[in-house]
């Protein structure tokens, strides 16, 4: 039965060194839930410990109404899927897929069942009796996700599986596992540092940075309403300007450096007037105006669907360091 998982408050060390100072999260039954971030901001190490791999300094994790800290990894009833495809190159695929099952001693007939029909579902009945050496990498990594969920795991764990994988193929076993999860509904919470694969896969995501949760939400709400300069920068790229929020009888308004403002209908926060602000606009939000901001375009690339073109703005009216691109379509 696959469970919710909770974890309040939760700290890891190695030595003296805090990679998670304090970290709580809600992950829903049967949710893909992807944690996104950057290389070492400590998205394997909270995996390890959802797992049992690794201590827990602080805090508790718990799987449904079960604080699970102490309970020893082979006991949590989890399936993992790690970027090397760790299956073994002696045995044949459906070999592969009755192991975990054979550890746990089912009878034949239910284990051909089993296994026959996980066969299916990640589509690799044809190769079933292929050793791994005859298996592309995708197909090997079906196996791997295969002999993961034929044990009926509580959650499945993902640590970068498609790493490995060339760009076509990467894209094609995202929806493969996808489509897999969804059939067999386990909790799911995968790992990835690429942005596009975790808007492609997931329910929700957290985005981390250094250990700490920048945001939690759907695929839509991080891209249309990233919490913070981090968010909207490392999830597809924001051009950032420099701002004043005004508030009048007519509504709010940012206004650029050079004095261009724009009715903003649909803030939510606390709309402090004066305050100023920083505005992060995505490149295919940009149109050619008789009025707004000036740029000289530096560059312009022609992609097909659409041209993209690197601008430059008035330095002072930039965030520092901010890369400037924008998409127009053709
Ligand atoms: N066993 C370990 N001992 C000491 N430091 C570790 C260990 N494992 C990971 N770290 C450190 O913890 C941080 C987070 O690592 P990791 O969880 O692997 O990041 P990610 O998976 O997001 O790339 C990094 O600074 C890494 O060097
Ligand atoms: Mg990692």
Redo the contacts with the bound molecule.
């Keep these: 039965m696959s469970v919710s998982i909770s974890a309040q408050k939760v700290v890891k060390k190695?030595?003296e060194?805090t990679?998670i100072p304090d970290l709580s999260l809600e992950i829903k039954n049967g949710e893909f839930f992807t944690l996104l971030?950057?290389?070492?901001?400590?998205?394997?190490?909270?995996l390890?410990m959802i797992a049992g791999f690794n201590t827990i300094e602080g805090g508790e994790i718990k799987f449904g109404d079960q604080v699970i800290n102490d309970i020893p990894a082979y006991k949590r009833n989890i399936g993992m899927v790690f970027q090397s495809y760790a299956i073994f190159p002696h045995l044949t695929v459906r070999q592969n897929v009755e192991y975990g099952l054979k550890l746990r001693k089912i009878n034949k007939v239910e284990m051909k069942e089993k296994v026959d029909e996980i066969l299916k579902v990640v589509k690799i009945e044809d190769y079933q009796d292929r050793l791994p050496e005859r298996l592309s990498g995708g197909q090997q990594q079906r196996v791997a996700l295969a002999r993961a969920i034929v044990i009926h795991p509580s959650v499945l764990l993902m640590?970068e599986p498609l790493s490995n994988l060339d760009a076509k193929l990467r894209v094609e076993m995202r929806s493969a596992i996808r489509e897999v999860q969804k059939e067999v509904g386990i909790t799911t919470v995968y790992?990835t540092?690429d942005q596009e694969e975790a808007l492609a896969v997931s329910d929700r995501i957290a985005v981390?940075k250094e250990?700490v949760i920048q945001q939690v939400g759907t695929p839509h709400n991080i891209y249309t309403r990233p919490a913070n300069t981090f968010v909207a920068t490392f999830i597809g790229h924001s051009n950032l300007f420099k701002g004043v929020l005004t508030t009048t009888k007519e509504g709010s308004f940012v206004k650029f450096k050079n004095g261009y403002e724009i009715k903003m209908d649909t803030l939510v926060e606390d709309t402090r007037d004066k305050a100023n602000v920083i505005i992060a606009i995505r490149p295919e939000e940009f149109s050619i105006a008789d009025e707004g901001i000036k740029a000289k375009v530096k560059s312009k690339t022609f992609l097909g669907k659409y041209i993209e073109y690197e601008l430059e703005f008035d330095e002072d009216m930039i965030v520092e360091g901010s890369h400037l691109l924008s998409i127009l379509k053709m």
């Design positions: 190695y030595a060194f990679v971030g950057p290389s070492g901001c400590g998205k394997t190490t909270l390890r640590d790992v540092h981390m250990g």
